[in-house]
């Protein structure tokens, strides 16, 4: 028999010698069927890692420090071998012990310091700081903005596949594909992300004191270069004409090393964009080569490159088979397994 489900090796990522590895399963065999209880039974620190399902796991609100680990995404689309379904969530919300509009709600507690690994959801709310995110899709909302107490800080987001991005204090963003919108982010750096940007970007608030550099911009917003806490603006490749084309500013405006007037052809050699893949870039692009220190721009470059379909750095067995035939002690039972590993 043939499995296409995903298997996970339950010896890697375990954060101490105490912590657990918990298998949530909504389609088939595991420990648990809902992600929620298995939230709710497991310990600080434990892992809980979701087999990929054609049935969405539903919400799932987080006040435990825990790793998760999903299966990834885009799977069809990548033609990743024995990758189908992912793990789904409707909306993941990390949050301290405390509900969030309690007085004595804390930000370093609960959820925080927790990890996030190939997991697929179309919102992830943050109301917790200190937190690392990687290679996730997210697909309306990665928000960590909250009106109570502000944005969260801490976060360290990488090589994930966002909708919209918001509410970010002193954190970082890398390697990371952004394709609708990107609002009040303060004392962060943003770097090797492709940012589609909202064309009305200009209008959004709270970009502020960050670092952009080595992304590839497809907003002209005059925001990123001419804001009232001026954004360090460097070594960007972007698809529009320099805001301030007289150069009377160019620390402001045009920030630095900047290359401008682009275009999608000339970048990527394609105009379509349905899925990560398509923002490789094509050969001779003039994002090669044209970050600090000759690394090349956007999610695929520096070095920690976005990776395809967000798959997880585990051994994953994608294939088993198993014949149908007698076993006895002496003949065993031939198993055949394929393992894929993702660094």
Same mark, same amino acid.
């Given at each position: 028999m043939k499995l296409l489900a995903l298997f996970f090796a339950l010896t890697i990522l375990i954060s101490s010698s105490k912590a657990k590895v918990w298998v949530v399963n909504n389609a088939g065999p595991g420990d648990?069927?809902?992600?929620?209880? &298995?939230?709710?039974?497991?310990?600080? %620190?434990?892992?809980?890692?979701?087999?990929?399902?054609?049935?969405?796991?539903?919400?799932?609100?987080?006040?435990?420090?825990?790793?998760?680990? %999903?299966?990834?995404?885009?799977?069809?689309?990548?033609?990743? &071998?024995?990758?189908?379904? &992912?793990?789904?969530?409707?909306?993941?919300?990390?949050?301290?012990?405390?509900?969030?509009?309690?007085?004595?709600?804390?930000?370093?507690? %609960?959820? $925080?310091? $927790?990890?996030?690994?190939?997991?697929? &959801?179309?919102?992830?709310?943050?109301?917790?700081?200190?937190?690392?995110?990687?290679?996730?899709?997210?697909?309306?909302?990665?928000?960590?903005?909250?009106?109570?107490?502000?944005?969260?800080?801490?976060?360290?987001?990488?090589?994930?596949?966002?909708?919209?991005?918001?509410?970010?204090?002193? $954190?970082?963003?890398?390697?990371?594909?952004?394709?609708?919108?990107?609002?009040?982010?303060?004392?962060?750096?943003?770097?090797?992300?492709?940012?589609?940007?909202?064309?009305?970007? %200009?209008?959004r608030p709270g970009v502020d004191n960050t670092v952009f550099r080595n992304n590839i911009i497809w907003s002209g917003s005059p925001q990123l270069w001419t804001n009232s806490d001026p954004n360090n603006v460097r070594n960007n490749v972007c698809l529009f004409s320099a805001p301030d084309p007289d150069n009377t500013q160019p620390d402001v405006h045009n920030g630095i090393n900047n290359i401008f007037g682009q275009s999608v052809l000339t970048i990527y050699g394609r105009n379509s964009f349905n899925y990560d893949g398509r923002y490789s870039l094509a050969g001779g692009s003039p994002a090669i080569g044209a970050g600090e220190n000759g690394s090349t721009c956007g999610a695929f470059g520096g070095s920690s490159r976005y990776i395809l379909s967000g798959i997880p750095p585990v051994p994953l067995i994608y294939e088993l088979t198993v014949p149908n035939t007698p076993v006895t002690s002496q003949s065993g039972l031939p198993v055949q397994i394929k393992v894929k590993v993702q660094n």
């Open positions: 648990f069927a809902s992600a929620q209880a &298995a939230h709710n039974a497991a310990s600080t %620190g434990d892992t809980l890692m979701f087999v990929g399902s054609s049935v969405g796991y539903g919400n799932l609100v987080m006040r435990k420090r825990l790793v998760l680990i %999903g299966n990834g995404y885009f799977h069809l689309e990548n033609n990743i &071998a024995g990758y189908r379904e &992912a793990a789904r969530f409707a909306r993941i919300t990390l949050q301290g012990t405390l509900d969030h509009w309690d007085p004595a709600y804390d930000q370093n507690s %609960g959820a $925080s310091g $927790s990890t996030l690994v190939g997991m697929s &959801a179309v919102h992830i709310d943050i109301l917790v700081n200190n937190l690392t995110i990687d290679r996730c899709r997210v697909e309306s909302s990665l928000s960590g903005l909250n009106y109570i107490a502000g944005n969260r800080s801490g976060i360290v987001i990488t090589r994930s596949y966002i909708g919209q991005l918001t509410g970010l204090t002193n $954190s970082t963003v890398t390697n990371c594909i952004v394709v609708s919108d990107l609002y009040s982010v303060v004392n962060s750096v943003v770097s090797h992300c492709d940012l589609r940007i909202d064309q009305n970007f %200009g209008n």
